[in-house]
């Protein structure tokens, strides 16, 4: 399932990530096919996007080599899903190229649990602040270390959320541009 932007965070939403500042992408970290063979690259920086801070996943994809995927990983912390408790939704308030990425959210007691959604940010801002793209969490589906489908082993609770991630796979080649404001949790 992609979802669309929407304008504005519902009230009652709480910060997961917000990378107003250098030091707000710390912890942050590219994985790419080449752990794998392939030899797509990417890069997880911060950048001075339209005048605010956004934490930066850029690179060139290739199927080559029989790669195919690009990531970017936060930092594990179990303070996500004490933000996240309750949450409905999950948004991503950022600009992208076109493509649609793939956010990963690790889940439950050992962070073993994977959940995803697609999702395609407008790629023009509205005025500074990206774009707004609301995910409600019944649309993430369990899936295994591959991101292939699986049978979720509990039911989603957001309380669980100890990582996110944003990959880009489905043979999406090409350069590519992801600029992410911020990450929250919209009750």
């Given at each position: 399932m992609t979802t669309t932007p929407t304008p504005t965070p519902a009230t009652g939403s709480g910060v997961l990530f917000d990378f107003a500042t250098p030091q707000s992408v710390t912890g942050w970290s590219s994985v790419d096919d080449s752990v794998m063979g392939g030899i797509s690259k990417s890069t997880t920086t911060w950048d001075d996007?339209?005048?605010?801070?956004?934490?930066?996943?850029?690179?060139?994809?290739?199927t080559e080599q029989n790669g195919g995927f690009a990531s970017t990983l936060g930092p594990p912390a179990q303070s996500l899903g004490q933000v996240?408790?309750?949450?409905?939704?999950?948004?991503?308030?950022?600009?992208?190229?076109?493509?649609?990425?793939?956010?990963?959210?690790?889940?439950?007691?050992s962070g073993a649990d994977r959940w995803i959604a697609r999702f395609t940010p407008s790629t023009k801002p509205d005025g500074t602040n990206g774009n707004l793209v609301s995910i409600p969490l019944e649309s993430f589906a369990p899936v295994d270390r591959?991101?292939?489908?699986?049978?979720?082993?509990?039911?989603?609770?957001?309380?669980?959320?100890?990582?996110i991630s944003v990959?880009?796979?489905?043979?999406?080649?090409?350069?590519?541009r992801l600029a992410i404001k911020a990450f929250t949790a919209i009750n």
């Open positions: 996007t339209n005048g605010s801070g956004a934490l930066l996943f850029s690179g060139l994809m290739t996240a408790a309750g949450a409905k939704a999950l948004g991503v308030n950022a600009i992208g190229d076109g493509r649609t990425y793939v956010l990963q959210l690790r889940a439950g007691q591959f991101l292939r489908p699986t049978a979720p082993r509990t039911p989603f609770d957001p309380a669980t959320i100890v990582q990959y880009l796979i489905d043979e999406q080649i090409g350069n590519f």
